[in-house]
């Protein structure tokens, strides 16, 4: 495909990064604690971190896992926990051990904790004790050995952290009761790595450095190989696409999507790292009532999210009256961003929700809209410095401008492949090295892509496709809808129908006012034959939309009926 989006860049946007910038991300830990040291790196409920102390302690811990764990490099470590300070000190440690990153999402039940730990191989943990039962239930069938557990806080000084911890275990109970073996304390670790000579392991850019699981929502969750290159590579990428504005060392970024998130990975912890900005990490963005209350504490520059995270703290009371007048880019990822979400966003803040787009296996970021943007376009944006874009066809074919098709993505961003699964590998790659993503797009004659949808989300109504981002973009603009997900349904004559689930704003929204807005905006086939409303969407732990269990959800209300 003739690359046309070159010519829509904004002056200055090269248009090839340099990979061999840096040999590894190593060397990005390196420059970013010499040139920022004395700088605070990140604050997390209260207490900060600098650089220095970033490098010191993330030291201790890597000769530790070294030296007492005894680790080498190319071992599978495994992190589980949220957002805390310890979350930085735990990743750049296994980075400078030369070990494999393996994140993972806290909120595993067993059967998954179990599935990744044994497909990874992860002989080591770190995890926070609160979610250490389910570790407890599972580690006789994993290989896991060694297990690292820290507290929420740990990080704080005495007596603080003797308060916080005995709060959160006595007083809140929010520790369920887990007998684990052999276990050291995160704050035992440090003090022991502190007496052991330590040098940062070498690594290259084809050494792996994270297996980033992806894929649970639609069938067994695989490890992308994400190697020291493609990490580079991405950061370099984003670097040179959206950090012009950005000011090295003054910058505050707000990280409310977890670290173990791609998204959060890349922005909240290494582009942070190479600008030296300052990361607000927020432990618990559900809650927020607290979410506000932190951002009061910092003139932020930097928010990244997905649509509902976004569409959450519009409707927070206190978030209106927050001071933007620092704020410089919202980017929004993960998910569609909606028009109305996108529109009061900018309202609110004076500043564009910037779309942008990416997948684990890129680590993440691909496609993103020029950061100047005024307004939302409906678009995913224009794809990044040494990225190319294939739409095609069923039959593999290229599609002409403005047509639909699966979007292919080639880059130095593009995962090395899924972690001992070669035939599933191999599926997602044609022999030139181009990703197959699922997703369905279109671009137009400036070089911009729209996605219209998941291939397997889409609805056949009648032989005609529908897109349910479509129809969830509509129906959010009715100002009594806070939340809508769209499915599609079987039906005896037109093989499926437009079913949607949705979360009201205002108590006193009826079916009628939603098929009212459809009628206006949507033609016959693209309309929702079944409304239901819900107290709350069903959403992964990054705030996406979880349509199968949608789908399951009305298939056991029918099968109840």
Same mark, same amino acid.
């Not at 979610?131 to 069938?141: E, G, K, M, Q």
């Not at 932020?300 to 976004?310: D, E, K, M, R, Y």
């Not at 978030?319 to 980017?331: I, P």
């Not at 929004?332 to 961003?337: L, S």
């Given at each position: 495909?003739?690359?046309?989006?070159?010519?829509?860049?904004?002056?200055?946007?090269?248009?090839?990064?340099?990979?061999?910038?840096?040999?590894?991300?190593?060397?990005?830990?390196?420059?970013?604690?010499?040139?920022?040291?004395?700088?605070?790196?990140?604050?997390?409920?209260?207490?900060?971190?600098?650089?220095?102390?970033?490098?010191?302690?993330?030291?201790?811990?890597?000769?530790?896992?070294?030296?007492?764990?005894?680790?080498?490099?190319?071992?599978?470590?495994?992190?589980?926990?949220?957002?805390?300070?310890?979350?930085?000190?735990?990743?750049?440690?296994?980075?400078?051990?030369?070990?494999?990153?393996?994140?993972?999402?806290?909120?595993?039940?067993?059967?998954?904790?179990?599935?990744?730990?044994?497909?990874?191989?992860?002989?080591? &943990?770190?995890? *926070?004790?609160?979610? #250490?039962?389910?570790?407890?239930?599972?580690? $006789?069938? /994993?290989?896991?050995? =060694?297990?690292?557990?820290?507290?929420?806080?740990?990080?704080?000084?005495?007596?603080?952290?003797?308060?916080?911890?005995?709060?959160?275990?006595?007083?809140?109970?929010?520790?369920?009761?887990?007998?684990?073996?052999?276990?050291?304390?995160?704050?035992?670790?440090?003090?022991?790595?502190?007496?052991?000579?330590?040098?940062?392991?070498?690594?290259?850019?084809?050494?792996?450095?994270?297996?980033?699981?992806?894929?649970?929502?639609?069938?067994?969750?695989?490890?992308?190989?994400?190697?020291?290159?493609?990490?580079?590579?991405?950061?370099?990428?984003?670097?040179?696409?959206?950090?012009?504005?950005?000011?090295?060392?003054?910058?505050?970024?707000?990280?409310?999507?977890?670290?173990?998130? &791609?998204?959060? *990975?890349?922005?909240? #912890?290494?582009?942070?790292?190479?600008?030296? $900005?300052? /990361?607000?990490?927020? =432990?618990?963005?559900?809650?927020?009532?607290?979410?506000?209350?932190?951002?009061?504490?910092?003139?932020?520059?930097?928010?990244?999210?997905?649509?509902?995270?976004?569409?959450?703290?519009?409707?927070?009371?206190?978030?209106?009256?927050?001071?933007?007048?620092?704020?410089?880019?919202?980017?929004?990822?993960?998910?569609?961003?909606?028009?109305?979400?996108?529109?009061?966003?900018?309202?609110?803040?004076?500043?564009?929700?910037?779309?942008?787009?990416?997948?684990?296996?890129?680590?993440?970021?691909?496609?993103?809209?020029?950061?100047?943007?005024?307004?939302?376009?409906?678009?995913?944006?224009?794809?990044?410095?040494?990225?190319?874009?294939?739409?095609?066809?069923?039959?593999?074919?290229?599609?002409?401008?403005?047509?639909?098709?699966?979007?292919?993505?080639?880059?130095?961003?593009?995962?090395?492949?899924?972690?001992?699964?070669?035939?599933?590998?191999?599926?997602?790659?044609?022999?030139?090295?181009?990703?197959?993503?699922?997703?369905?797009?279109?671009?137009?004659?400036?070089?911009?892509?729209?996605?219209?949808?998941?291939?397997?989300?889409?609805?056949?109504?009648?032989?005609?496709?529908?897109?349910?981002?479509?129809?969830?973009?509509?129906?959010?603009?009715?100002?009594?809808?806070?939340?809508?997900?769209?499915?599609?349904?079987?039906?005896?004559?037109?093989?499926?129908?437009?079913?949607?689930?949705?979360?009201?704003?205002?108590?006193?929204?009826?079916?009628?006012?939603?098929?009212?807005?459809?009628?206006?905006?949507?033609?016959?086939?693209?309309?929702?034959?079944?409304?239901?409303?819900?107290?709350?969407?069903?959403?992964?732990?990054?705030?996406?939309?979880?349509?199968?269990?949608?789908?399951?959800?009305?298939?056991?209300?029918?099968?109840?009926?």
């Amino acid at each position: 495909m003739e690359k046309i989006w070159l010519d829509s860049y904004e002056e200055g946007i090269p248009h090839e990064i340099d990979v061999n910038e840096y040999s590894s991300l190593n060397e990005v830990f390196r420059q970013g604690v010499e040139q920022y040291g004395s700088q605070v790196a990140y604050v997390n409920l209260g207490k900060t971190l600098t650089f220095d102390e970033l490098d010191e302690q993330s030291r201790n811990l890597a000769a530790y896992l070294t030296h007492e764990a005894g680790l080498k490099k190319g071992d599978r470590v495994a992190i589980m926990m949220p957002n805390l300070l310890q979350y930085p000190i735990v990743l750049f440690a296994l980075i400078r051990a030369g070990l494999i990153v393996v994140n993972t999402n806290p909120l595993y039940t067993e059967r998954e904790l179990q599935h990744q730990m044994t497909d990874s191989g992860a002989t080591a &943990i770190i995890i *926070l004790e609160n979610f #250490a039962n389910t570790l407890a239930s599972v580690i $006789a069938d /994993t290989p896991v050995k =060694t297990v690292i557990t820290t507290r929420i806080g740990d990080c704080f000084s005495f007596p603080k952290s003797m308060v916080i911890n005995l709060v959160v275990k006595y007083v809140k109970k929010m520790v369920p009761p887990f007998h684990l073996s052999n276990t050291i304390s995160f704050k035992s670790a440090l003090e022991k790595g502190a007496s052991q000579d330590f040098r940062d392991v070498e690594t290259t850019h084809e050494d792996i450095a994270f297996l980033q699981y992806t894929g649970g929502t639609t069938g067994v969750a695989k490890g992308a190989m994400l190697t020291h290159r493609n990490m580079v590579a991405n950061l370099l990428q984003a670097h040179a696409w959206a950090a012009r504005d950005f000011a090295p060392g003054k910058e505050i970024f707000v990280t409310a999507l977890p670290l173990y998130h &791609i998204f959060s *990975l890349t922005a909240g #912890a290494m582009f942070a790292m190479k600008i030296g $900005a300052k /990361t607000l990490l927020i =432990t618990n963005p559900r809650d927020l009532p607290t979410f506000v209350k932190e951002l009061k504490t910092e003139k932020f520059s930097f928010v990244t999210g997905v649509n509902t995270l976004f569409n959450a703290l519009l409707n927070t009371p206190g978030f209106k009256e927050l001071d933007f007048s620092s704020l410089k880019l919202t980017l929004g990822g993960g998910m569609a961003v909606t028009r109305a979400v996108a529109k009061e966003w900018q309202e609110v803040t004076k500043s564009a929700l910037v779309e942008a787009y990416g997948l684990t296996e890129t680590s993440p970021a691909a496609v993103i809209n020029p950061v100047n943007l005024k307004e939302y376009n409906g678009m995913i944006g224009l794809p990044i410095s040494s990225t190319e874009v294939s739409i095609r066809d069923e039959d593999l074919n290229e599609v002409p401008l403005g047509e639909r098709g699966e979007l292919w993505i080639r880059g130095p961003q593009v995962m090395k492949g899924y972690w001992n699964r070669p035939e599933e590998t191999a599926n997602v790659f044609d022999n030139e090295g181009f990703l197959r993503t699922g997703d369905v797009a279109v671009m137009n004659d400036k070089g911009f892509i729209k996605i219209v949808d998941r291939l397997k989300d889409m609805i056949l109504v009648s032989g005609f496709n529908v897109y349910p981002n479509e129809v969830e973009d509509v129906l959010s603009t009715h100002e009594k809808v806070l939340e809508v997900g769209a499915i599609g349904i079987p039906h005896e004559t037109s093989g499926e129908v437009v079913k949607i689930y949705v979360v009201k704003k205002d108590p006193s929204l009826t079916k009628e006012e939603l098929m009212t807005c459809c009628r206006e905006q949507l033609t016959g086939y693209k309309r929702p034959k079944e409304i239901e409303f819900i107290d709350e969407l069903p959403k992964s732990n990054v705030g996406k939309i979880l349509r199968r269990e949608l789908r399951e959800l009305h298939n056991a209300t029918t099968s109840e009926n």
